[in-house]
């Protein structure tokens, strides 16, 4: 993990608000979000479709910027507002990992190839990428599909390597938008549990967008979406 500072949370935003057109065009998709993650913490973000949490993951991701508010991970500020403190794409590819929906993993690819490439673009050595790529499909239970094509792993073994690839670049941040939806429940809760131990092993701060309220057991901490405005929630009330 890219180790900035040692500051008590990795992810904290401070009141981001994102507003989309003006006047009576207006829409405010999230309002005045705060959250804040401890490393080695895995968060649950819930909420019905269209109340923000995409939003609320792209700001975080760095994608999609707020429109007011602040955002601040391993205690650097990275943007303030829409003003970028840091070059954004070359911070988000060093400490930030994505996982989506689907598994997004290149077809012509083997599962190692698609985790080497990810650090092969910031520059690491083909060799030692490949090493690390290895190391982690182990760690992650698939290093003997290696070799194979996407086409050739079932849902769970390309989400396992996606989460691989996400974890490349040792990442101080993961960030997960429904990955398990394509999952049945038995594998959907293979890959929540996966999360929160590659928190918990590598100490990172970890979101995951879900809707399942099967898996909630398996995170530390609990965020609740709805008409753009976040709560931190307890397993009572979200149940």
């Given amino acids: 993990m890219n180790n900035l500072s040692s500051p008590q949370y990795v992810i904290e935003t401070e009141a981001i608000t994102k507003i989309y057109g003006s006047g009576n065009t207006e829409v405010v998709a999230m309002r005045d979000a705060s959250m804040q993650v401890e490393p080695g913490k895995v968060v649950a973000l819930l909420g019905p479709s269209g109340s923000g949490k995409s939003t609320f993951l792209t700001a975080v ?24 403190l840091v070059n954004l794409r070359s911070f988000r590819r060093q400490h930030i990992g994505f996982v989506f929906q689907k598994s997004n993993l290149i077809p012509f690819l083997s599962a190692i190839e698609n985790v080497q490439v990810a650090m092969e673009i910031n520059g690491v050595s083909p060799s030692a990428a490949r090493t690390r790529a290895h190391e982690l499909l182990d760690y992650l239970g698939v290093g003997d599909r290696a070799n194979n094509s ?6 769970g073994q390309q989400q396992r390597v996606a989460v691989a690839r996400a974890l490349a670049n040792h990442p101080s941040v993961i960030l997960a938008d429904e990955p398990t939806a394509a999952l049945d429940s038995h594998r959907g809760r293979q890959v929540m549990e996966l999360f929160a131990q590659v928190a918990h092993e590598q100490g990172a701060g970890v979101i995951v967008v879900t809707h399942d309220h099967r898996s909630l057991d398996v995170f530390d901490i609990l965020y609740e979406m709805e008409d753009g405005i976040l709560e931190k929630k307890t397993r009572e009330t979200i149940a």
């Fill in 61 to 84: 991701g760095l994608i999609n910027p707020p429109t007011s508010g602040r955002i601040i991970i391993q205690g650097k500020a990275i943007l303030d507002g829409d003003n970028a």
């Fill in 150 to 155: 996407p086409s050739m792993l079932s849902g």
